[in-house]
């Protein structure tokens, strides 16, 4: 092949990626759960070109196209990286083969031709994924996928669970083998997303009891009842016996009776109030009657005693 007809395959080579990395650069997106657009990745340069480790989410069990981007490409031709990935993934290698990845090459890779060879291995014991490009002629600019292989997350990987996948450039060289400034992003990962979190707002309210102590204060009222008794000679010889009955407490009674000899009983009202009248016909009225003249005949005695004395 002349040198002229290698350096139009070159030109269009990375012509044609460049028409197709917007489009490959969607699809990876869309297909790996990526967690952060590349573009918007912390930490890109402006002035050299940028080799960034993807940031992806997976599940449990899934095989995964891991690729290596790039991003703000200024032209390279040669090139080397090696990618450090976590050993609890497992790799996808070639039928027959122990250590030859399958590959996926990216319109920034510029190995889209048989006449443009590549190199690719896995260090298993140490697991590490090395990719190499030889240098052409001419620079490719592309930016998209640089390449990407193929891992598969363990079965029991939980909710958060990560896996680190850090990157290293070791040769970005131009067309005559010079080291090229770059800046590498190698923070890259797998990881498994979150499970939705829930949060539970417990509301507490507290009680108040309030209680009343009631008082009953309880008066006691004693009631003393006394009676008094006073026995008195008349000069006829008869005896009165007079009993007053004083309660005392709430002060309102005071009772006293006279008894003559002949056991009539005739009652002394000492509270204030004047003693119900005798009525006709009332039970008892003739003995009453009675032991009023009794009273009156002793009197009448007793008076004519002392004038003839």
Known sequence: MSKSIFKKTAAIICGAATLVTIGMTAMMANAQEQAVDP???????????????????????????????????????????????????????KDGTEDTPVVKRGPASKVQDENLSSKTTFNLDLGIWAFSTMGSEDLCTDDGMYVAAYFTVPSDAKPGDTFPMTLTVDKWQDTKNVQLDRNVIGDGWIKIKAGDTTTTTTLTTT???????????????????????????????????????????????????????????????????????????????????????LAAAAAVAVATKKKED
């Open 39 to 93: 573009t918007a990745r912390e930490g890109l340069s402006t002035s050299v070109t940028n080799v960034i480790a993807d940031q992806i989410y997976a599940e449990p069990g899934e095989e995964v196209l891991y690729p290596i981007l790039i991003v703000g490409n200024k032209g390279y031709s040669g090139s080397g990286v090696a990618l450090e990935y976590d050993k609890r993934l497992t790799p996808k290698v």
């Open 207 to 293: 009680s108040t009891t309030l209680t009343t102590t009631s008082t009953t204060e309880t008066t006691t009222t004693t009631t003393e009842s006394t009676s008094t008794t006073t026995q008195t000679t008349l000069s006829n010889g008869d005896t009165t016996s007079t009993t007053t009955l004083t309660t005392s407490g709430d002060g309102t009674t005071d009772t006293s009776s006279t008894t003559l000899d002949n056991g009539t009983t005739a009652p002394n009202n000492n509270t204030g109030t004047a003693a119900p009248p005798i009525k006709t016909g009332d039970a008892g009225v003739g003995a009453a009657v009675a032991g009023l003249m």
